[in-house]
Nanobody, 125 residues
Framework: QLQLVESGGGLVQPGGSLRLCCAASGFTLDSYAIGWFRQAPGKEREGVSFSGRSAGNTYYADSVKGRFTISRDNAKNTVYLQMNRLKPEDAAVYYC??????????????????WGQGTQVTVSS
């Protein structure tokens, strides 16, 4: 069974950092493109970051560029999202998603067909 499991969410003060993890089981992540998405209450699901199958093929939404970093550890079959200088507007449920081929629209949630259950990120003082 193919599965993605996110972890690492929590409560952090503005300006703080969190590292989200997305662990895969049933398949090897290095054969898949990975996206991180987030959804706040009442808002549409938003693409945050993308990691393609090739090393160095990454992409970020303008809202997180320079603050968030996506990375992979193939030995652990895990993708990470390092989030620094967090803002209240970053608060949301964060999801990782996978697709076998690099999608044309890397931050469009309908491009992906395998999703994790999400992890809550709260940014508040």
């Amino acid at each position: 069974q193919l599965q993605l499991v996110e972890s690492g969410g929590g409560l952090v003060q503005p300006g703080g950092s969190l590292r989200l993890c997305c662990a895969a089981s049933g398949f090897t992540l290095d054969s898949y493109a990975i996206g991180w998405f987030r959804q706040a209450p009442g808002k549409e699901r938003e693409g945050v970051s993308f990691s393609g199958r090739s090393a160095g093929n990454t992409y970020y939404a303008d809202s997180v560029k320079g603050r968030f970093t996506i990375s992979r550890d193939n030995a652990k079959n895990t993708v990470y999202l390092q989030m620094n200088r967090l803002k209240p507007e970053d608060a949301a449920v964060y999801y990782c998603a996978a697709i076998r081929a690099n999608p044309l629209r890397v931050l469009y949630w309908k491009s992906y067909d395998l999703w994790g259950q999400g992890t809550q990120v709260t940014v508040s003082s």
